[in-house]
């Protein structure tokens, strides 16, 4: 009897290892995917969403669901990724070369692994670092072939939680800083600069790899949940309980900006989604009732009905008028103008 308690753990931790990086082949599908898997990626939550040109896109989510469109959105294909867990972040270059970073967290152990996946095809086929012993990543961001950041959760060997990589993700360097309890979300000015936010509530700046505390007081248990630069120093940082925040100083303080938005909603919402192009930002999240909208950096608001109630997790526009937003049951929305009107393009959800 003594010796159960350390199977059932040892037990759980492989299943979770082999669902995310062992994932067998079957004869379930067409692509070799288990047929149950298949049906539950339909209505996996979709957790980011990316776009290289505004026909090409891709959106990631649980169970490993990676769905491509090449013509907009009008058409959305599930891909092979190859593992089982939850992906929170894609990002593509051009349309051929992209990444989708997530991770698998153990039971009872209070750890993670990462996962990593690069596509040189469009994502007709995906490659996973095997090797990567990095914890569990929230987002990865490259400028080109080469330079790269990711952040995720910390652990012992890896305390701040913050990487970057000089040779496209075959190796990756940890960045100096105190111990980290997971971040949330990031963004980046260039392979140099840039800030980052926790679920504490805590801030933080990067620069030259390395970490300097944000001069913002932290907000205590609210989590940070987007971050998106849009200009040479101008940050956006959205969160829980109806939270948006502007950097004029590339992430070292935060402030509200000068409309308070939730005049247009209240404060009920958690937000989760954010994209900014210019002075042109929307804000998304829980419920997914309704997008915020700014044209004018924030100075002033408009709230748009998005026809549906899912809570939303990422938007993405490859121009100003032309955007998508995903979310729970593997919802994917979209516009047309601007976001002033919503179309739904896919959504699972059909199953009891």
């Given at each position: ?5 350390f ?8 299943a979770?290892a082999f669902?995310?990086?062992g ?27 990316a ?16 769905y ?5 959105g009008k058409h959305?294909?599930?891909q092979?990724s ?6 929170a972040?894609v990002q ?8 989708a ?9 209070h ?5 990593l996946l690069?596509t ?7 490659a ?7 914890p ?6 490259f400028?080109n ?14 305390p701040s939680?913050?990487?970057a990589?000089?040779?496209?993700g075959r190796?990756?360097?940890?960045v ?7 971040w949330l979300?990031?963004?980046?000015l ?6 980052i ?10 620069r030259?790899?390395g970490?300097?505390?944000?001069r ?21 940082l ?7 925040l502007t ?5 070292m303080?935060w ?9 247009r909603?209240g404060?009920?919402?958690?937000w989760?989604?954010?994209e ?7 804000v998304a ?7 915020l909208?700014?044209e004018?950096?924030?100075k002033?608001w408009q ?12 938007l ?7 955007g ?12 047309s ?14 199953r009891?």
């Amino acid at each position: 009897m003594r010796g159960q308690p350390f199977g059932l753990v040892r037990g759980a931790v492989l299943a979770a290892a082999f669902l995310c990086f062992g994932l067998p082949a079957s004869a379930g599908t067409p692509d070799g995917l288990p047929a149950y898997l298949r049906e539950m990626q339909e209505d996996a939550e979709l957790t980011d969403v990316a776009f290289a040109d505004a026909r090409h896109g891709w959106a990631v989510g649980d169970r490993g669901a990676i769905y491509a469109t090449a013509d907009g959105g009008k058409h959305w294909r599930l891909q092979t990724s190859g593992v089982a867990c939850r992906l929170a972040s894609v990002q593509f270059l051009d349309a051929d070369n992209g990444w989708a970073a997530g991770g698998v967290f153990y039971p009872y152990t209070h750890t993670s692994r990462g996962v990593l996946l690069r596509t040189r095809d469009g994502g007709k086929s995906w490659a996973q670092d095997k090797g990567l012993m990095l914890p569990s990543l929230k987002r990865v961001k490259f400028f080109n072939s080469k330079l790269g950041w990711a952040f995720g959760e910390s652990s012992a060997l890896f305390p701040s939680g913050v990487f970057a990589t000089d040779n496209g993700g075959r190796t990756w360097s940890p960045v100096e800083g105190q111990p980290a309890g997971g971040w949330l979300s990031a963004d980046f000015l260039d392979a140099h600069a840039g800030a980052i936010a926790g679920r504490d509530g805590s801030l933080a700046a990067i620069r030259r790899r390395g970490l300097q505390a944000a001069r913002t007081p932290g907000f205590g248990p609210r989590g940070l949940n987007r971050m998106k630069f849009s200009g040479d120093t101008t940050g956006w940082l959205v969160g829980d309980g109806g939270l948006v925040l502007t950097s004029g100083d590339a992430g070292m303080s935060w402030q509200l900006p000068e409309s308070n938005p939730t005049t247009r909603v209240g404060g009920d919402f958690d937000w989760q989604a954010l994209e900014a192009r210019g002075p042109r930002i929307w804000v998304a999240g829980s419920p997914g009732t309704k997008v915020l909208a700014s044209e004018d950096g924030g100075k002033s608001w408009q709230a748009y009905a998005t026809g549906q109630n899912l809570p939303l997790y990422s938007l993405a526009f490859a121009d100003n008028l032309h955007g998508w937003a995903v979310g729970a049951l593997g919802t994917i929305l979209a516009t047309s103008d601007g976001g002033r009107n919503w179309q739904r393009q896919r959504s699972g959800g059909t199953r009891a």
